[in-house]
C-alpha cells in the first residue's frame, strides 16, 4: 500500500493529521455501507439532545447521561478485516483499535464543533458514499486558525498529536448521503 502525505508543507495543516485518498476499493465500500445499513442504528443521544445522525458503537461507548465511557458489543467479525488494515496504516500493533464507531449521516446532517472524548487516543475516519469537509480550527490568541479536509468516499484520515488534541474538528451538513466508520485507539 503506498501511503500519500495530503500535506507536503507541514503548515498546511494541523500536525498529527494523515489523509491517504482511495484508502479502500469500491467493492469494499459497497460491502461496508451494507454492514452499516444492516446495523440497528440509533439516533445519537448527546444527555438529553437528541442528534441528528444514526450511530451504532463498538468496543466501548461513551454514555452522556453518566458523563463516563461503557463498554459496548465487541467490534463484529465484518469491521476486524478493515481495523487490521487501519491499524497497519497508524503503524499500530495489531489489536489497537478498540471501539469502532458506525454512522449514517442523511442529506443535511452534520456535527458540530468537538474533539473526541479524552479516553481515546489515535482517531481513524473512513469516509463511505459521499463528501464530506471536515473542518478543524484551533484558537491562538483572539482568532481561530482554521483549516479544511475534503474526505472524499472510501478514503481514510488520522488524527493524532496536535489534530487530535489541540484543534477542534466538525463536519457542516452534507450535501449526498454519507457514511462513516471510526476506528479509536485507547490511552493507557
Not at 491517504?20 to 459497497?30: D, G, H, K, R
Request: net charge positive.
Amino acid at each position: 500500500m503506498r501511503q500519500l502525505a495530503l500535506f507536503d508543507d507541514q503548515n498546511a495543516g494541523p500536525i498529527g493529521l494523515r489523509y491517504l485518498p482511495e484508502f479502500i476499493s469500491t467493492a469494499s465500500e459497497q460491502k461496508l455501507i451494507a454492514g452499516v445499513l444492516a446495523l440497528p442504528l440509533e439516533s445519537f443521544q448527546f444527555g438529553a439532545f437528541q442528534g441528528h445522525r444514526r450511530v451504532k458503537s463498538f468496543g466501548f461507548r461513551y454514555d452522556y447521561t453518566l458523563q463516563r465511557l461503557q463498554p459496548s458489543e465487541p467490534v463484529p467479525e465484518w469491521l476486524e478485516t478493515i481495523a487490521r488494515k487501519v491499524e497497519h496504516f497508524g503503524k499500530l500493533p495489531l489489536g489497537s483499535v478498540r471501539q469502532a464507531l458506525c454512522t449514517d449521516y442523511d442529506v443535511g446532517v452534520g456535527i458540530g464543533w468537538h474533539r473526541d472524548k479524552p479516553h481515546f487516543d489515535k482517531v481513524f475516519g473512513l469516509s463511505l458514499g459521499g463528501n464530506c469537509r471536515f473542518r478543524f480550527r484551533r484558537r491562538l490568541g483572539g482568532k481561530w486558525e482554521r483549516f479544511t479536509l475534503n474526505a472524499e468516499p472510501r478514503s481514510l484520515y488520522m488524527m493524532d498529536g496536535e489534530a487530535r488534541s489541540s484543534w477542534e474538528h466538525s463536519i457542516p451538513p452534507v450535501e449526498a448521503r454519507r457514511y462513516s466508520i471510526t476506528f479509536r485507539t485507547m490511552r493507557r
